[in-house]
């Protein structure tokens, strides 16, 4: 699976349940072409698994170390695929399809969340079905900050989650969201010191594990009858009429231009913010 992303099982009583730990903590666990593919794989053959009744999503790292994902790590991306940019959006549909793949899971998958889950990384923690947070986590659809919209399906899932107006602010304002914001406005399922957070986590994803799998696959199913609609249309997850990654939106109001040296630039800022 590559030391980017682990997988572990755990049994309970009831059947397993599996963590995908996103494993680069010395860069806030940013995201490279290769471990999103990992990371999908893995989610897919989780959710094929019949043994399998939960999955957790988290990010490695614990104190000031400690993040959920701090998005896409562009600068490395580049020179992991030095046509990284000529390829943008071979790699938007990984990033697309591994939104797709949570929504589309039979399971519950629930994102542990310690420290920022900070733009592709807000999206991904709002893809999955429940969140559990430290008193240390936090969401930032940072987007705005460097001129780009949600690419991970954000525009979609936070208008379902938190209705147009609460989503607008997030997204326009580029706001952090602390955990306990998080809990009052319905994102965060749980609010926990950070040394509790694991175990806790794994509480809940025992009795997630417990409850009828059947039941909670057709409820998912229904609960994302809009996205699935949506993708069924040919769109990209809450991504319709989206400007590509390196398109930068001129603060001017302008039509919008392919920027790279700007693109180039987003993880630095993303993760600095």
């Given at each position: ?8 099982r755990?049994e ?7 963590t ?10 940013a995201?490279?072409?290769s471990?999103?593919?990992?990371a999908?794989r ?12 939960c ?12 993040a ?18 000529e390829k943008?959006e ?9 939104i797709?793949s949570?929504w589309n ?11 920022g ?5 807000c999206d ?5 079905d429940l969140r ?6 936090y ?5 705005s900050k460097?001129?780009l ?11 379902r ?5 609460v989503?607008?602010?997030?997204i326009y304002l580029?706001e ?10 319905g994102?965060?399922?749980?609010v ?5 957070l694991e ?7 025992a009795?997630l594990a ?29 991504t ?6 390196s ?5 001017d ?17 993303m993760?600095?913010?």
């Open positions: 699976m590559g030391e980017t992303v682990r997988v572990s755990v309970t009583d009831h059947g397993t349940v599996a995908v730990v996103l494993n680069r903590p010395e860069v806030r666990n995201l490279l072409p471990m999103v593919k990992h999908r893995a989610i897919d053959a989780l959710s094929a698994d019949p043994a399998v009744r999955i957790v999503l988290c990010g490695a790292g614990e104190g000031k170390f400690a959920f994902c701090a998005g896409a790590d562009l600068r490395s991306a580049i020179l992991e695929d030095p046509q990284y940019l943008l071979t790699y938007l549909d990984d990033f697309h399809g591994w797709r949570i899971s039979p399971k519950p998958v629930l994102a542990r969340v310690d420290g889950a900070v733009g592709f990384g991904l923690a709002l893809a999955c559990i947070f430290s008193t240390h986590g969401l930032q659809s940072s987007f460097i001129g919209i949600p690419d991970g399906g954000g525009t979609a899932t936070l208008a989650l938190v209705g147009l107006g989503a607008a602010q997030m580029a952090k969201v602390t955990a306990d914001r998080a809990h009052a406005l994102l965060a399922t749980h926990v010191k950070p040394a509790e175990a806790a986590t794994f509480a809940f994803a009795q417990a409850a009828p799998p059947l039941a909670f696959a057709e409820a998912k199913r229904a609960l994302h009858a809009s996205p699935r609609v949506q993708h069924r249309r040919g769109a990209r997850p809450g319709r009429g989206a400007a590509p990654l398109t930068i939106v001129r603060r109001g302008g039509p919008p231009r392919l920027d790279r040296e700007a693109t180039r630039s987003v993880h630095r800022k993760t600095h913010a």
